[in-house]
């Protein structure tokens, strides 16, 4: 039940993330995509194994975690006896709830963390940045159990997303990526919004 409650809404709610990002910002799907295409193809769907060559796809996947932030408290823990942490004293038993977008979002580690910015995540050399900062799953003994499944799932759904579909704003409108509102439940998730996937290719693949 915890893995089932735990991996649903969170991936599901950073696809949908994922969807609203890649409506607003033209540019970035077409960068995605152009590496698919260059790197996969269109004749399969991505698989684990393209990982590596995919840099831009994933620095976008990790820009979605780091900018959308579902798991905004983190799950609360408490001390089984009193600890001190830079003299505060947290007594045992206390609830603490962490505040992970204080870290995602720190202009200090960031520079401008109010902008979508996959790149902040791809060295000169075009290699993949794991920034220690980079904390959508939290950090410690009792970080998230489901951190690689929810990464590959990510992966493989986002990049199949766009090598199959163009996600647009609906006809006549446009979506303002200034103007995301997101809702704190279960998850921080953004408000409901409508978009078009137009398949990119006149037949379905493989
Ligand atoms: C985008 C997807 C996900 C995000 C952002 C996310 C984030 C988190 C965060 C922040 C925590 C709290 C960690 C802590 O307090 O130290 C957590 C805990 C947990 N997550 Fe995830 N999660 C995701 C997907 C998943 C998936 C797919 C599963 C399992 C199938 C899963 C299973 C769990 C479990 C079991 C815990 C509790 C771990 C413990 O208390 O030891 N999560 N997750």
């Not at 915890?2 to 890649?22: K, P, Q, R």
């Not at 870290?103 to 290699?127: C, H, K, M, Q, Y």
């Not at 921080?188 to 693949?205: C, D, Q, S, T, V």
């Amino acid at each position: 039940m915890d893995l089932f409650i735990a991996g649903t809404e969170t991936t599901s709610t950073t696809v949908t993330w994922a969807s609203f990002y890649l409506a607003t910002r033209p540019d970035i799907q077409s960068r995605i995509f152009a590496e698919i295409k260059a790197n996969v193809g269109t004749e399969r769907l991505p698989s684990m194994q393209d990982k590596q060559s995919l840099v831009y796809t994933e620095a976008f996947i990790m820009e979605v975690l780091r900018m959308s932030n579902i798991a905004i408290f983190s799950a609360p823990h408490a001390p089984v006896a009193d600890v001190w942490i830079r003299g505060f004293r947290i007594p045992k038993g206390m609830q603490i709830m962490p505040d992970i977008n204080s870290v995602l979002s720190d202009p200090a580690i960031w520079g401008d963390p109010e902008n979508f910015r996959p790149e902040r995540f791809v060295s000169e050399e075009g290699t993949l940045l794991k920034p220690d900062e980079f904390i959508p799953f939290f950090t410690g003994r009792r970080n998230c159990l489901g951190e690689s499944l929810a990464r590959m799932e990510l992966f493989l759904f986002i990049s199949a997303l766009v090598q199959r579909f163009e996600i647009m704003p609906p006809e006549g409108e446009t979506l303002d990526i200034n103007e995301v509102d997101g809702i704190c439940g279960a998850t921080h998730a953004p408000k409901p919004f409508y978009i078009r996937a137009i398949l990119r290719h006149g037949k379905e693949m493989n």
